[in-house]
């Protein structure tokens, strides 16, 4: 490493500007100045893909903390084994998947089947390590995945949910994506969707959804009579920690977004990205934490949780041309959105542990549909057109191996594991098994 | 070690007491004075007329059926018992719905395992 | 996004420096080259950002994990709120109020009123994108609201706790820190605060102080015969996490300070302060390890915390000047202050939940005081000068707000509703509530 | 901050490749063009120091949560502890013993001894800032102490532990890693290891067994009659942060091991890197899983995070030659090792309470043999011979101290404290003194 | 106060049940109907025929000797015993083992802390 | 059913006793081996003379009040109930202070609820 330093250090000389002497052969060799861009474009990727890759600690702790206690065990067994399955199955079938360049197997609907491969020199002119752009997507892909397991958590069995992860992380994300990001239909189509409110929060949101529906409610969320029986996270704690992750993560997801660092009108677009995604996190949350105290004569902590992460969601579509103002009421409209759902789902029996649906697919919705408000060429109607096409192909996709997994293996625990908790029931190792829960 | 004794003969008394947990300190403090020099406490779950309140969680409204409560058990002398009772009444007492009960049972035998000293003198 | 990077990649090409062909065009077009200065700075800003962002964490883990179960969710909803807050108002009012530029409403005294904007094209003159500079100063502001909610924690009412944040957050910081960071009064006379010891850090500290004499203690905490009654935090798990993530953050909230990384000089101060910082942390916990070990003859996980904390605030004064030597002195007096001082306010009767004003506002000024030692053109007189300055302006100003809201809407809750906890009481929701308590 | 800024801007302006009008006088000046190499250098280092950093929290976190809660204070007081301790080792001694350049007491086997010093104007030719090796070189110290504590859990006092850390943290691991780094006589060699699976993480790893074996198991962990008693870890949620948190901060760790950021080659480098280090860790994560389902049919949420960690241990020593489909099969084989050999510890009746010797001393053997498998110049000899060579110095380095620490001060605690639990027996601090354990 | 009665008169019954956890509402809403107005409840491990299923942890067995139960006390008047042990016993049953047991002892006095109310009005 | 017995007629006895929680394990075998089928097991917090010693938190002294220890709770045949005291009490004792009490008291009725068997039945 240390000897290694000295060639870089001597590499690092080479390449920077030129001392008098070394001037004159350098120029005659006419050796090649370096392109910073490069490096910062790559910088740019790796810093983001590390702030992104961290938001999958956010979901676990957010999720660990929301379940009740009997189920925290196996909250963070599907947190973990999710993301390491995005991480091979992006690899395998995904990345190329995703961004097939001209080898699409059905010209901008389908992309192309290939391993993906990040090995060789530089590609100077592409702008950036190929490298640095595959582990920047793969998080993006791994944080789709991360929407679904909160929703169902508690009382769906591990492997038939890893089983859908598969699916979702290597065809149904990076096929939907490529519509958009890949430079399929949907960017033909003029939709505008830029780090992803619908092509991952709504995305997850769709495939949660679906599955929440087929899998039913826990056991005694819903009385026969109608009623509602909360059922309180085990610790807030928890919870609390994993948003300020989400948030922190969230700079880098949308951030990095822009792709590029190498000129000074890029490095001005990530600063003011940085500046609204902020912005929209902090008004979501104050939205939240008036509306519950308005409405319920008290602050609820879980509201203004999942009222922060819909106006990150809500601003995730378009965080670059808002104002600071504008960031703000579209966040903020995010927050109440999920005060407003979150008891809706529960009226239609529907069963969403954390607030996922509201957050990611709902909130998803309404960034998506802003962005026309401060993003020229954007349209109400294509905006329209590719939540829509991307919902009906989630759902349906979704909705289907759901039902495949549930005819085979089963979906749920037994009534008397579920009431056992999946902990002892199905991993035999609890959580905290020094207390009292 | 004298014959666990059948019910008909009385030897000591247990006390158990639910009361509300903030009373606890006070409610020990006043029992050492009277010189009661042990007890155990348990932290449980009360049910009773000042249960049911309900609560608002995510907007769904739910009932809370228990109140955090203290559990007492204390072992006394049948001399010490009535006084003991009516000290934790007195100190316990809020006047405020939920300040709990006091039960009083009778113990055929009480043993301390250190010196294997039983009944009045195991206390 | 894809589509998008092609454009980057372009552009990234075109601002690198030329290929030989270009080269002439370029020269010709005498396109200006790009100024990788302006992104250097740039990115600094974004980088220490987030690591500041990230205090807000550590301070919410901080607290929840030094308060009893029966306050925690209380403490994590002030602690996400009060950085929502600041969020908002260091953009209403905040960040004019303490940068007016040439704005002064009375000069070097008192800034600008008006609503900061970010959006435009970057101000290459500025040498950085006025984004990130927004960003990087709005955590700051966070940062002094953060300090506050520790010290009154367990017996403050939501409400009044966070009309002060917004008091504090839109005006009482900004117009202390314009005097020497907006370049007023106190810049001219010549203080020296690199990085905020005394802005930030006593700051917050003063407010704390006014707040917990004019609030009282928690009920309990000091008998009649003058016992003090501990009552040990609830999980220092967390409060070790908090301590980390603080740790972590300081490093972009010293480092960033240094406002430029543009030039070698720039970046190699970046990195004595990186290490400065370090130092003064690792000093401060050993420090406080061994003076707990002498005093008490064993060893307190609280007390070393709050000296690695110490050590950094003492240090945040003058990251850059002092060796790592100095660094370490400077450190390790921070933290045997914050030993030395817990007591000393159990003393004096004043309840400070999680030591924030001996560790905030005693070891800051021992970092001022500090700074002449190795910084030259500073002054023992004009570091006073500031310290007690800042101090009176902050301890009238918030006293003022204090009292106004405790004649109006009252700060505290009912003994009962203290006893029976501010989770169950005012917020209807614990943050742990299958574990017994 | 601010005032500091206008300069920043300028010197930013004029670092600034040349606007048409300055160019002339500048070049007529012969005014060096800023070096940017040394600033992204510079800037690899910090940011990697800061992630390495943070998996100081990560081994608390993980170690908190894998043991049993009556001595999570301790394990808690140790891991910030050991961390302030190699900080100022390394600087007062570690950083010259490691680093002497052509000050070698003994030529490639034993550096210099002196203080670091790393003040002063930027040695431009050294290709980065001074300050920011030493911050990065430090984080490589502080990890190694790290994976100790974890062995030793739950049954060794806190003051030898801590002493053994000033060993260690000041001279052991200086010296082993002075042969190979410093350019020493492993460098020589041939030897390669490219971020440390035997320098830094099998190093760790032979301090803690000779530890494990001299301080003996915990009581009762293994009966008379041969059988293994599990005592599982108090809160899994800690444990599983703190792998995701090791997880971040190995990116770090790996990816600014490449020493370099400033050509196109260099950033290439650190982002296959990175790519390659997320792969071989969710590989281990997948093989450990899948694996305790086949053995145990179940899957076991603590051998998932091992296998993670094992995977990141085993592509540590190599992360930058190996296709991504190397790394899965690197790390995959990493993720086995854990599983198999946590039990076969157990049946040699070694106590090793989080599995530390599988994951970095094991997975690091195989981490280093792998190396030729896709480096060119890498042979299985003179990787087995290092391999050797540093665990036969480490394990009687390490042994003569913990015989000389039991010795003197003894290692363990009384069997009644012990049996209470190191924190309230030795610390009288609880972690989670509100909840019944 | 009257006096701490003795062993031989027997005024109300504490009933002290341990059932299975997720039984514990279905229980107590039982028992409200049948006109039981308070209870205790612990948490407690318990031991017994159900006991002693193996685990494995990081690749060692292990045997799980208690297993988690909810554990009862009511106090009740004699005349409200026998239903109540009989309600508990019909509702806490799932005809698996582990169900629990029910044990009935004699309270010598009861007392409600917030009146002075005694035995049966104490209730 | 059986009507839930008078005072008079003492059928199973309970035994309570406060313990070392590091002695659990080894008194639960103990018991088991002699024939005690099952437990209540309970963590306290002890009063009693053990208690009292001082700790210090962030420079503040203060006074321990409870200790904790494993609440133990077992109904027994008469027959057996002397002999389960016995073992208790043997396996228990350290000789040091804390080692716990035991009380026994009279149950007038016990019942395992999966098949309704009473008294000795029952256990
Ligand atoms: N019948 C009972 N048996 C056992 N414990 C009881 C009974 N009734 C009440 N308790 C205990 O006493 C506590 C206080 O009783 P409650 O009815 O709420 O208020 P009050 O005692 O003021 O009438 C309850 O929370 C419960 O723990
Ligand atoms: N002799 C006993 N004394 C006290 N409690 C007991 C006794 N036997 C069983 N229990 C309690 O009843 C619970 C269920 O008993 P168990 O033998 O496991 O099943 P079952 O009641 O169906 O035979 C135990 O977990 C324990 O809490
Ligand atoms: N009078 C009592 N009533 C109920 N429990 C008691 C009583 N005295 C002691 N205990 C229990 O026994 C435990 C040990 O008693 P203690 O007096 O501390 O030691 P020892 O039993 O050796 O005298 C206490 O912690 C408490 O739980």
Redesign the interface.
């Known amino acids: 490493m240390k000897t290694g330093m000295k060639i870089a250090g001597l590499s690092a000389l080479i390449a920077g500007t030129a001392l008098p002497l070394m001037a004159q052969e350098a120029a005659a060799e006419a050796a090649p100045a370096v392109n910073n861009a490069f490096i910062f474009n790559t910088l740019l990727f790796l810093i983001g893909g590390f702030l992104v890759f961290w938001m999958a600690a956010g979901f676990a702790m957010l999720e660990a903390g929301l379940v009740r206690s009997k189920n925290v065990t196996m909250q963070l067994t599907k947190n973990i084994a999710l993301f390491a399955i995005a991480a091979i199955m992006y690899w395998l079938v995904g990345y190329n998947l995703m961004y097939p360049g001209d080898g699409w197997s059905m010209a901008g609907i389908l992309g192309a089947f290939s391993i993906a491969s990040i090995q060789g020199d530089p590609a100077i002119e592409a702008g950036y390590a190929t490298g640095s752009d595959f582990f920047f997507q793969l998080m993006f892909c791994a944080t789709t995945a991360s929407i679904v397991s909160g929703t169902l958590a508690e009382r769906i069995k591990l492997w038939p949910f890893l089983i859908f992860t598969v699916v979702l992380t290597g065809f149904l994300y990076p096929i939907e994506a490529s519509w958009q990001w890949g430079g399929g239909w949907l960017s033909e189509a003029g939709f505008s969707d830029f780090a992803g409110s619908t092509l991952v929060h709504a995305t997850g949101g769709f495939a949660a959804l679906a599955g929440a529906i087929i899998l039913g409610p826990r056991l005694g969320k819903f009385s026969k009579d109608g009623r509602v029986n909360p059922m309180p996270g085990s610790n807030l704690a928890l919870a609390t920690l994993g948003t300020f992750i989400l948030w922190l993560g969230w700079f880098g997801f949308n951030g990095a977004s822009q792709l590029a660092l190498g000129t000074e009108a890029d490095a001005n677009a990530v600063a003011i990205i940085f500046a609204n995604t902020n912005m929209a996190a902090a008004a979501g949350a104050i939205a939240a934490m008036l509306l519950t105290q308005a409405l319920y004569k008290k602050v609820d902590l879980t509201m203004l949780l999942n009222g922060a992460l819909a106006g990150l969601v809500a601003i995730t579509a378009g965080p670059l041309d808002p104002s600071l103002f504008g960031a703000l009421w579209i966040g903020a409209i995010g927050g109440i959105i999920a005060v407003v759902v979150v008891p809706m789902l529960d009226k239609m029996k529907i069963d969403d542990v954390v607030g996922a649906i509201p957050v990611h697919l709902v909130a998803g919705f309404w960034g998506t549909m802003a962005v026309p408000f401060y993003t020229e060429g954007a349209s109400f109607g294509t905006q329209l057109l590719g939540f829509v096409a991307i919902g009906i192909f989630m759902l349906v996709a979704s909705s289907v191996v759901w039902f495949i997994l549930k005819a085979t293996m089963g979906l749920r625990p037994s009534e008397e594991d579920e009431v056992l908790g999946l902990d002892k029931a199905e991993l035999g190792l609890e959580a905290y098994p020094e207390f009292k829960a | ?1 004298r ?6 003969e ?1 030897v000591v ?2 006390i ?4 509300k947990p ?1 009373k606890l ?1 006070e409610v ?1 403090e006043a029992l050492t004075t009277l010189g009661v ?13 000042q249960s049911g309140h309900t ?8 009932a809370v ?2 109140v ?2 203290m ?1 007492l ?1 204390i ?1 006394v002398t049948d001399a010490l ?2 006084a003991a ?2 000290t ?2 007195a100190t ?23 010196t ?1 000293e039983i009944n009045d003198d ?2």
Do not use: C, H
Request: hydrophobic letters at 45%.
């Open positions: 070690m014959r666990a004794g059948s019910a008909r009385t008394k247990l158990i007491a639910a009361i903030f300190e020990r020099r042990g007890m155990m406490v348990t932290e449980i779950k009360g049910f009773g007329s609560e608002i969680y995510r907007g769904a409204e739910y059926n228990f955090p409560k559990r058990e072992v018992a009535e009772v009516e934790i009444a316990a007492k809020t006047g405020k719905i939920g300040d709990g009960k006091i039960f009083v049972l009778d113990v055929a035998q009480a043993l301390r395992v250190r294997g195991a206390l």
